[in-house]
């Protein structure tokens, strides 16, 4: 059931008790983390954390928890899937689950006893009611009735054929409202089920109760923003609602900063400051060289076509357009002439009217504290993500999930520098990938979506087994394509993609994106038609990922998966 | 006594006439008494950090530790534990003080712990156990967490 006052039915619940937390392996799960056991710290609610990358890990720490907890917070998982029937809880067993995956399972939504939705209600969540659904079995008893008529009569006199006659049609009366119902029930359910989508960040939610109890901090509230920060790095909200909730926490921002700036006590420089920036939408330019983060931002990338020769020269035209020398450019961005740095943002703005690029500026929050340290909501999100999925040696996914986790602190900058240095190598990476998938012509039509295999021995591609590292090369991938392709019809096309996943067990991660639109809603149906074409061709596959468009599949079973998803879509 | 063997066989020396040797033996005695400072140094050492043992490890030694110990060292540690106690008992009223834990200054009542190897079940004092995976992080009270501290079991997280 959803949980109308957060405070009252979830927080004052936990307080006194000791609670497990699972939490899934993105960075807005990690951020929502951070918020919760500061909220916890602060009260001294026992707990005990652990990471959680899939449904089989999900299962083995309940399993191995049960014993010990009662109630268990989820985080970034469980909502969309019928909990109870995969986690088989005892009675008492309580979830809370905090989860931006929607659309939410019904039985999670419709049980009032053991699932608790954090999960804010005026979120458009278009639940289907209780009576289309679920329904009550009064008409047992009467088809018992009639059935016991029938037979347990021994004698059939005239009036009792009349009666059993009356008795036999009002049960096929009963039944066919009842195929009706169900059919009713089928429709509705697979119009509910059919579309992927996300909702407001788990942060976000957490902030708020923190808010409510009156004990958010600046930190807080710098970990709900790169919450949210990270749902619009890797495409899982619509624009209208990314700039909503930035709104929502402009207020909050605002509130903050007013608190202490004074004329006679200012803070001192060593304090967090947390600003509203319309920065550019160029990634990690301020860590990088402005000519570097040009080359490897999604947007610039696929505007200016820079796999191309020409996009190259476009390149040097827009930067001599704006005046900026190329030895500047080259430079890092903090060793920059400051007479360029002034207006920077203003002078890319013109320029890049006149290439097409209308929206270059984007609105997210910038933080500051002491005199070195200056990041970006995104600069976080790209480096918490490198971290939470580094490929290098001797390194399990939990080290780098207590990696990425201390990032978020400001005590770790170290640590925090180190995953910028990996999130600049991996954009090189889907750079470089992009590029050459679209000048191999690597990207093929299957008719009603476009396909995309990378091979085996394709430079970085151990990056691309990882779930956030692919989503985003998807994207940049499917943006740039659609900008350079002149096909009218495949521009508007929807994305998968595959890439290997383990060569010795021969298994590969395919994933599938809604097409690129301005208007996208950021609906995903592959969800569904995955599980449908692997049922339809008992393929092995392995629906591990919270995220249902995100697959493992079983190399020999491609081409067969392949031609029923064609099959299914067309 | 070592100063008595030295007389002796200078004594001894002179008596048969052959007092060239007295420089060799005054040479081997000093070199002697080097070699008692030497020893005696590194059993004291040895001493010291047996006493360190106890406030590390508490009442317990690990058996790899005690492999290492002789006999009379064991012994000692075991008078010296005896001792440790005696004292603690006199401390604070009735039940003594222990005070080999909080050995730095508290800063709060629970804290947080990343766990760096497989430990297993622990069990804290409500009778709740804690399954200690590699890489999962508690907030638990600080005194239990001390003793596993000081192992290398779990690792306070300073955020």
């Given at each position: 059931?959803?949980?109308?006052?957060?405070?009252?039915?979830?927080?004052?619940?936990?307080?006194?008790?000791?609670?497990?937390?699972?939490?899934?392996?993105?960075?807005?799960?990690?951020?929502?983390?951070?918020?919760?056991?500061?909220?916890?710290?602060?009260?001294?609610?026992?707990?005990?954390?652990?990471?959680?990358?899939?449904?089989?890990?999900?299962?083995?720490?309940?399993?191995?928890?049960?014993?010990?907890?009662?109630?268990?917070?989820?985080?970034?998982?469980?909502?969309?899937?019928?909990?109870?029937?995969?986690?088989?809880?005892?009675?008492?067993?309580?979830?809370?689950?905090?989860?931006?995956?929607?659309?939410?399972?019904?039985?999670?939504?419709?049980?009032?006893?053991?699932?608790?939705?954090?999960?804010?209600?005026?979120?458009?969540?278009?639940?289907?009611?209780?009576?289309?659904?679920?329904?009550?079995?009064?008409?047992?008893?009467?088809?018992?009735?009639?059935?016991?008529?029938?037979?347990?009569?021994?004698?059939?006199?005239?009036?009792?054929?009349?009666?059993?006659?009356?008795?036999?049609?009002?049960?096929?009366?009963?039944?066919?409202?009842?195929?009706?119902?169900?059919?009713?029930?089928?429709?509705?359910?697979?119009?509910?089920?059919?579309?992927?989508?996300?909702?407001?960040?788990?942060?976000?939610?957490?902030?708020?109760?923190?808010?409510?109890?009156?004990?958010?901090?600046?930190?807080?509230?710098?970990?709900?923003?790169?919450?949210?920060?990270?749902?619009?790095?890797?495409?899982?909200?619509?624009?209208?609602?990314?700039?909503?909730?930035?709104?929502?926490?402009?207020?909050?921002?605002?509130?903050?900063?007013?608190?202490?700036?004074?004329?006679?006590?200012?803070?001192?420089?060593?304090?967090?400051?947390?600003?509203?920036e319309y920065d550019l939408r160029l990634s990690l330019y301020q860590h990088w060289s402005l000519y570097e983060s040009i080359c490897n931002s999604?947007?610039t990338?696929?505007?200016?076509?820079?796999?191309?020769?020409?996009?190259?020269?476009?390149l040097q035209e827009f930067l001599a357009d704006m005046g900026l020398p190329l030895k500047q450019v080259r430079q890092k961005f903090n060793s920059m002439d400051i007479a360029i740095k002034e207006n920077l943002r203003d002078v890319i703005e013109e320029s890049s009217?006149?290439?097409?690029?209308?929206?270059i500026r984007?609105?997210?929050?910038g933080?500051h504290?002491?005199f070195k340290n200056k990041f970006l909501?995104t600069d976080?999100?790209?480096?918490?993500?490198?971290?939470?999925?580094?490929?290098?040696?001797?390194?399990?996914?939990?080290?780098?999930?207590?990696?990425?986790?201390?990032?978020?602190?400001?005590?770790?900058?170290?640590?925090?520098h180190?995953?910028i240095e990996?999130a600049k190598?991996?954009l090189m990476?889907?750079?470089?990938?992009?590029?050459?998938?679209?000048?191999?012509?690597?990207?093929?039509?299957?008719?009603?979506?476009?396909?995309?295999?990378?091979?085996?021995?394709?430079?970085?591609?151990?990056?691309?087994?990882?779930?956030?590292?692919?989503?985003?090369?998807?994207?940049?991938?499917?943006?740039?394509?659609?900008?350079?392709?002149?096909?009218?019809?495949?521009?508007?096309?929807?994305?998968?993609?595959?890439?290997?996943?383990?060569?010795?067990?021969?298994?590969?991660?395919?994933?599938?994106?809604?097409?690129?639109?301005?208007?996208?809603?950021?609906?995903?149906?592959?969800?569904?038609?995955?599980?449908?074409?692997?049922?339809?061709?008992?393929?092995?596959?392995?629906?591990?990922?919270?995220?249902?468009?995100?697959?493992?599949?079983?190399?020999?079973?491609?081409?067969?998966?392949?031609?029923?998803?064609?099959?299914?879509?067309? | 006594?070592?100063?008595?063997?030295?007389?002796?066989?200078?004594?001894?020396?002179?008596?048969?006439?052959?007092?060239?040797?007295?420089?060799?033996?005054?040479?081997?005695?000093?070199?002697?008494?080097?070699?008692?400072?030497?020893?005696?140094?590194?059993?004291?050492?040895?001493?010291?950090?047996?006493?360190?043992?106890?406030?590390?490890?508490?009442?317990?030694?690990?058996?790899?530790?005690?492999?290492?110990?002789?006999?009379?060292?064991?012994?000692?540690?075991?008078?010296?534990?005896?001792?440790?106690?005696?004292?603690?008992?006199?401390?604070?009223?009735?039940?003594?003080?222990?005070?080999?834990?909080?050995?730095?200054?508290?800063?709060?009542?629970?804290?947080?712990?990343?766990?760096?190897?497989?430990?297993?079940?622990?069990?804290?004092?409500?009778?709740?156990?804690?399954?200690?995976?590699?890489?999962?992080?508690?907030?638990?009270?600080?005194?239990?967490?001390?003793?596993?501290?000081?192992?290398?079991?779990?690792?306070?997280?300073?955020?």
């Amino acid at each position: 059931m959803f949980v109308t006052d957060i405070r009252k039915e979830f927080y004052d619940i936990v307080v006194n008790q000791r609670v497990a937390l699972l939490v899934s392996l993105d960075v807005d799960a990690l951020c929502a983390c951070k918020v919760l056991q500061a909220l916890f710290h602060c009260d001294q609610v026992q707990y005990t954390l652990v990471p959680v990358k899939g449904w089989q890990d999900l299962g083995t720490a309940f399993l191995e928890h049960k014993e010990q907890f009662r109630y268990f917070v989820l985080i970034n998982c469980g909502a969309n899937v019928d909990l109870l029937e995969t986690l088989q809880p005892e009675e008492e067993t309580i979830f809370f689950i905090c989860d931006t995956h929607r659309p939410v399972d019904v039985v999670n939504v419709y049980n009032d006893t053991q699932i608790k939705l954090l999960i804010k209600q005026d979120d458009d969540l278009g639940v289907p009611s209780y009576d289309d659904i679920f329904r009550d079995d009064e008409e047992e008893g009467g088809d018992q009735d009639s059935g016991n008529e029938s037979d347990g009569s021994s004698e059939p006199s005239g009036k009792r054929r009349r009666f059993d006659e009356g008795a036999i049609e009002r049960r096929i009366e009963r039944q066919r409202a009842r195929r009706e119902w169900e059919a009713r029930r089928r429709e509705i359910l697979f119009d509910y089920e059919q579309y992927e989508y996300h909702g407001t960040a788990s942060a976000v939610v957490l902030f708020e109760l923190a808010w409510v109890m009156s004990k958010d901090t600046k930190d807080m509230l710098w970990w709900a923003i790169i919450g949210l920060t990270d749902q619009w790095v890797h495409d899982r909200i619509t624009h209208m609602k990314y700039v909503t909730d930035i709104a929502a926490l402009q207020r909050h921002v605002s509130r903050h900063n007013h608190c202490n700036e004074d004329e006679d006590n200012s803070l001192s420089i060593d304090c967090m400051r947390i600003c509203f920036e319309y920065d550019l939408r160029l990634s990690l330019y301020q860590h990088w060289s402005l000519y570097e983060s040009i080359c490897n931002s999604c947007y610039t990338l696929s505007t200016f076509k820079l796999w191309s020769i020409q996009g190259q020269k476009k390149l040097q035209e827009f930067l001599a357009d704006m005046g900026l020398p190329l030895k500047q450019v080259r430079q890092k961005f903090n060793s920059m002439d400051i007479a360029i740095k002034e207006n920077l943002r203003d002078v890319i703005e013109e320029s890049s009217n006149k290439y097409g690029m209308k929206d270059i500026r984007i609105q997210t929050f910038g933080v500051h504290f002491g005199f070195k340290n200056k990041f970006l909501a995104t600069d976080v999100v790209h480096a918490a993500a490198a971290l939470l999925e580094s490929v290098e040696k001797d390194e399990s996914g939990t080290d780098n999930f207590i990696k990425a986790l201390d990032c978020l602190s400001r005590s770790n900058l170290d640590q925090l520098h180190r995953g910028i240095e990996l999130a600049k190598k991996k954009l090189m990476a889907i750079q470089q990938t992009v590029a050459s998938c679209i000048c191999t012509h690597l990207i093929l039509s299957q008719g009603p979506f476009l396909y995309c295999c990378l091979m085996e021995g394709t430079p970085d591609v151990k990056l691309f087994s990882k779930p956030l590292a692919l989503t985003l090369l998807c994207k940049y991938l499917l943006k740039s394509f659609a900008r350079s392709t002149r096909n009218k019809r495949c521009k508007i096309l929807p994305l998968v993609m595959a890439a290997p996943l383990d060569v010795e067990k021969g298994t590969v991660i395919v994933m599938g994106i809604p097409p690129e639109c301005e208007t996208s809603d950021k609906k995903n149906f592959f969800g569904r038609a995955f599980e449908k074409a692997a049922e339809s061709t008992s393929s092995r596959t392995l629906h591990d990922n919270f995220d249902m468009s995100i697959i493992e599949l079983k190399m020999q079973d491609r081409s067969k998966f392949l031609d029923a998803l064609v099959t299914l879509l067309s | 006594m070592p100063r008595n063997c030295c007389l002796h066989s200078e004594n001894e020396a002179k008596s048969e006439g052959r007092s060239e040797l007295i420089p060799s033996i005054k040479f081997r005695h000093c070199c002697l008494l080097r070699n008692q400072r030497c020893v005696t140094a590194y059993l004291y050492d040895r001493l010291l950090r047996i006493r360190a043992l106890r406030w590390e490890y508490g009442s317990v030694l690990p058996a790899a530790i005690r492999f290492h110990m002789c006999a009379e060292e064991l012994e000692w540690f075991n008078q010296y534990k005896k001792s440790l106690a005696t004292y603690m008992r006199s401390l604070g009223g009735e039940e003594g003080l222990d005070i080999t834990q909080d050995r730095k200054p508290p800063k709060s009542l629970y804290i947080e712990v990343r766990c760096l190897k497989d430990h297993g079940e622990f069990e804290i004092d409500d009778g709740t156990i804690i399954l200690l995976k590699k890489n999962s992080q508690h907030f638990l009270p600080r005194w239990k967490c001390e003793q596993l501290i000081r192992q290398g079991v779990l690792e306070h997280v300073i955020s």
